[in-house]
């Protein structure tokens, strides 16, 4: 089984590919989708929607895994940017006929660390450890994306 986790943005949108057997996982892929800043916005969710079919066509996944839309109300707009990111992402998987999950921030940080409230650093180490990686992971964007993969795995193993 293959599953992509996605840490979606507009600016850095983190992914990850999981190969699973069962109780093991391992990475084939993970990075960052990074656009143009100077680029119009729409622009922008080309680049991601075009990235993702790349990622997609090539390994062919089960399942997508998306963290949810988190909006504070301080920061409405940094939600709606999201939303859009989370769209193209979305609009991707349904072109290519793949399920999509959505998991909330608090479920994937409590499913690898057992705290819903853990730091991006304990995400990063967790994973680490958790995929046997032997080098840190550059970007915090691809270790979300990596972790909501791994909670998807950990969900559909009943973990």
Known sequence: MVIVGIDPGLHITGYGVLESN?????????????TNRSRD?????????????????????DYIAVEELYSHYA?????????????????QAARNNTPVIS??????????TGNGRASKSQVQKMIRVALNLK???ASPDTADA????LCHHNALMGK
């Not at 921030?105 to 499913?111: D, N, V, Y």
């Open 22 to 34: 069962g109780a093991e996982s391992r990475v084939l892929e993970a990075g960052i989708i990074k």
């Open 41 to 61: 916005f729409e622009l922008k969710l080309n680049e991601i929607y075009t990235e993702i079919g790349k990622i997609l066509k090539q390994y062919q996944p």
């Open 75 to 91: 920061h409405p707009k940094t939600a709606i940017i999201m939303g859009h990111a989370r769209g193209v992402v979305f609009l």
């Open 103 to 112: 998991y909330a921030a608090t479920r994937i940080k409590k499913s690898l």
């Open 135 to 137: 080098d840190e992971i």
């Open 146 to 149: 990596l972790a909501v993969a």
